[in-house]
């Protein structure tokens, strides 16, 4: 996500566009980038700390950008 | 997030970049959109079908995206 200092034009349009759609009592949009990243093996402390890597070294434009690294179980995992 | 039976370019060629970098482990990637909104009053169910119905009908396109809505306290929040 853009961090909460830099604008963001298209989530501000998003917001405008709201009401005019019928959607009240929203007061703030972002819009940001999401990827999806399936691990080979197991998600580790090891594996968190290479991908946490990896986002701020080249997913994320830290300069302008935060970021957080959510582990999902996938779907129809058993344990 | 595209559905997974759509041609994702960006998520292929992050993947593809991947292993020049030194990253290794990662078997496939995907990207997509995120939207963060800020809502006014108590999150409850009719909000969360209120956002719902927001972001099948403007903020997705549901032709080749799916979506799953979240909700996060905010930073700070006491309760």
């Given amino acids: 996500m853009l961090k909460p200092e830099i604008l963001d034009p298209q989530g501000q349009a998003v917001q ?3 009401p005019r759609l019928g959607f009240e009592g929203i007061s703030d949009v972002r819009q940001g980038k999401r990827f999806e990243l399936e691990v080979e093996g197991p998600v580790d402390d090891a ?8 986002a701020e ?19 129809g995992a058993t344990s």
Same sequence: chains 1, 2.
């Fill in 57 to 75: 070294t080249f997913l994320a434009n830290t300069v302008i950008e935060d970021f957080v690294v959510r582990v999902d179980e996938p779907a």
């Fill in 16 to 18: 405008r566009a709201l």
């Fill in 47 to 54: 594996a968190l700390a290479r991908i946490r890597e990896m």
